[in-house]
């Protein structure tokens, strides 16, 4: 029962997330789109009121005028009735570590450590897996306070730093667990900017319009730079919350490397749109995003097993030695592995006929060493050559 509720606060945990993460970045974009779309106001009396830019639309059968105060209204009162984009990022960010506490920390021996990538016991990883994502937030924050002016250095840093961070995790964590990490570290940088930096600058330039004065540039200044280091971290961020579904990605011997790259594709995907809203067409920004990706797709594109693992025929009989000692306790109807209340993905590998049905499956996730997870089971580079040589072979099985 209690595997049963823990799954069932695992799905409404991801849903609320999804949600929260779908009007984040829905809210981010737009007004990532806003901000660069402005144009000089069309009326002198608007540009006297302190409007230093707007934008019009036509969405939702009407037409909107947008428009920009820098410092507030100017011989007007500010609005009481404000809108503050601040709980989305909030909820999307206590939902994520909800799922990170709900999976990776209750099942840190199962999901989170890797025995064969680095000895750890759960305890140790997951202080190290806390730890990584403070320091980050804290390293990031201190380069943002002291390069401030030197926008490039401080991209370039900050973009080293969480390929670093990319690599280290890698020999830590398993490589699922890594690329998770990852993207939590830019998932906290997003919302800690949000709750240290954007809100509290957005609340003191309000006191200072109602007070009558003149409100500091620099909240608006520090503000528009975390809006937009925000905007470029989204795209990586979003392909990791789904890259758990494609263990082709992080299973590679260089996982760390593949990561690297579909986030730079990313970086590359959002820069273009965002000089879109410029007017400013960038062509070989896609052009160089989709060839970094074809690079990715044809590196990983599997590979066929040695000459020498086909040498000699491969009897089923041993095979299935493998899947009953290495992955039934997770793959039977009812699972004796602790932590599963269900095979994975509904798979089940008892019966004969069953391995036949999912022989590919069995291949690619055995030989990509996505499975078993965490290698819990403890299968040898031998058995995964073994069932390599089989699939090869024709994957034959006995019919009974």
């Known amino acids: 029962m209690e595997t049963y509720l823990l799954d069932w606060t695992n799905l409404l945990v991801r849903w609320i997330h999804l949600i929260a993460g779908v009007a984040w970045i829905g809210a981010s974009f737009y007004f990532v789109m806003l901000d660069m779309s402005l144009r000089k106001a069309a009326k002198k009396a608007d540009e006297d009121r302190g409007v230093s830019g707007e934008l019009w ?8 005028q947008s428009q920009k105060f820098l410092a507030g209204p100017i011989g007007e009162p500010l609005s009481e009735h404000l809108h503050w984009s601040k709980w989305e990022a909030y909820s ?12 990776y920390w209750f099942g840190a021996n199962t999901y989170l450590i890797d025995q064969n990538v680095f000895q750890l016991s759960a305890t140790q990883a997951i202080s190290v897996s806390a730890l990584v ?15 401030s002016a030197n926008e490039n250095l401080l991209a370039a840093l900050i973009f080293i730093y969480i390929l670093l961070c990319d690599w280290l995790l890698f020999q830590l964590f398993s490589a699922r667990a890594a690329y998770i990490h990852v993207g939590a570290i830019m998932g906290s940088i997003m919302v800690f900017n949000v709750f240290f930096h954007i809100i509290p600058g957005h609340k003191k330039m309000v006191q200072e319009i109602r ?25 990586p961020v979003l392909f990791v919350m789904i890259s758990n579904h494609y263990p082709m990605t992080y299973s ?19 820069q273009f749109f965002v000089l879109r809203h410029l007017h400013q067409f960038k062509w070989w920004l896609p052009v160089v ?9 044809v590196w990983l594109k599997p590979q066929a097993p040695g000459v020498e693992t086909l040498s000699t025929k491969v009897e089923f009989s041993k095979v299935r030695a493998i899947i009953d000692a290495r992955c039934i306790t997770c793959h039977a109807e009812q699972p004796t592995q602790p932590g599963f209340v269900q095979p994975p993905k509904g798979i089940v590998l008892k019966q004969n006929l069953q391995i ?15 499975m078993p997870i965490g290698n ?25």
């Not at 639309?57 to 909107?64: K, M, P, T």
């Not at 999307?92 to 999976?103: A, D, E, N, R, V």
């Open 57 to 64: 639309a036509v969405h939702g059968g009407g037409v909107y």
């Open 92 to 103: 999307t960010w206590l939902s994520g570590m909800g799922m990170l506490i709900i999976i």
């Open 133 to 147: 994502i403070a320091v980050s937030w804290v390293i990031y924050d201190a380069l943002c306070r002291f390069l």
């Open 211 to 235: 007070a009558g004065q003149t409100p500091n540039p620099e909240y608006g200044r520090v503000g528009k730079q975390r809006s937009v280091h925000n905007t470029y971290f989204t795209l």
């Open 252 to 270: 590679h011997e260089y996982g760390w490397v593949v990561l690297a790259l579909i986030m730079t594709a990313g970086v590359l995907i959002r």
């Open 289 to 297: 995003a989709i060839a970094l990706l074809s690079a990715v797709i």
């Open 356 to 370: 036949s049905q999912h022989a590919p499956m069995i291949a690619q996730t055995v030989g990509n060493q996505y």
């Open 376 to 400: 819990l089971t403890r299968m040898t580079v031998e058995e995964r050559q073994l069932i390599a040589s089989w699939f090869a072979q024709g994957a034959n099985v006995d019919q009974n």
